[in-house]
């Protein structure tokens, strides 16, 4: 629990009434278990009424329970083990279709990162890539995928670009410590975050570059480093890492890219194709028998 939660908790605790105080207990407590807990289950748990549950989290100082469900499950989501999060996705999927259930949820998390990406944080972003001496892009574990499509496409459009090798932290280090105030570093984390990646970019602010944050919440650990924050949701009810939304927002952020250098996009692209064609790295219809 964040000591400001936890303080704004204790604070209000004296002017409590019973019932809330004695949900304010079992939150102290077991913030953990609460946070996926609907207010009737938790009223329930607590021998009280859904209201109950209700009003204490407007008490707090939130428009509503679901508001405050979320805000447990953002401060909450990086403890959670693998195991803990497929119980909580099992219980919650239940003999619903899994099929649909995931897809729609991806659906919901594209939503909500449309709602949560400030338009002026990802304009400036795009600026500051193009303006880099050297484009650095770093994504350790499930991220390493969103940093990899990142890098592969960003380098279609510069010549600068450099994708961190994660598969030692000494490694991360040795390949960024170039890095310098007229570089960027694009860093891609999501829960449970890396502490290689918290590391690295505590060096690559100490060095005066350029960080742009790509995450899920303004509580992540690499959002305080960010000279630009970019939120994608994830679904932190599964223990398989849910990236569309992330992925999306990176394709986005490449295209924008794209756009702002149409000329240069058109000539790399243009000269590409040639090279693709002459060395058949693409099959093409009409070649094929």
Not at 187 to 200: E, G, H, L, Q, W
Not at 212 to 221: A, C, K, M, Q, V
Not at 253 to 281: H, M, P
Request: glycine share 4%.
């Amino acid at each position: 629990m964040t000591a400001q939660f936890e303080k704004k908790v204790l604070d209000l605790y004296p002017t409590l009434s019973k019932s809330h105080k004695k949900i304010a207990d079992y939150i102290l407590a077991d913030y953990d278990k609460a946070a996926f807990m609907t207010a009737a289950a938790l009223g329930k748990k607590l021998g009280l009424s859904e209201a109950t549950a209700v009003r204490f989290a407007v008490e707090l100082g939130f428009s509503g329970y679901h508001e405050f469900q979320k805000y447990l499950q953002e401060i909450t989501k990086n403890r959670l083990t693998s195991i803990q999060r497929l119980e909580v996705s099992s219980a919650r999927i239940g003999g619903n279709n899994i099929l649909d259930q995931t897809m729609l949820s991806d659906i919901e998390m594209i939503r909500e990162t449309i709602e949560k990406t400030s338009r002026e944080e990802f304009d400036a972003s795009v600026e500051k890539i193009n303006r880099a001496k050297k484009i650095y892009i770093l994504g350790v574990r499930s991220s390493a995928a969103l940093a990899s499509f990142a890098a592969f496409y960003f380098n279609l459009l510069y010549d600068n670009v450099v994708l961190i090798d994660n598969s030692g932290e000494d490694q991360i280090f040795e390949q960024l410590f170039r890095i310098g105030k007229d570089d960027v570093c694009i860093a891609i984390s999501f829960p449970r975050y890396s502490r290689k990646t918290v590391s690295a970019l505590r060096f690559v602010r100490d060095r005066g570059a350029s960080i742009i944050s790509i995450t899920d919440s303004e509580l992540s650990p690499i959002a305080e480093t960010a000279n630009h924050l970019l939120i994608a949701r994830t679904d932190t009810l599964s223990f398989v890492d849910s990236l569309v939304a992330p992925l999306s927002l990176i394709n986005a952020l490449i295209l924008q890219c794209a756009r702002s250098k149409t000329g240069e996009a058109f000539d790399n692209l243009r000269t590409l194709e040639q090279i693709w064609r002459e060395y058949q790295v693409y099959d093409t219809y009409d070649e094929i028998d």
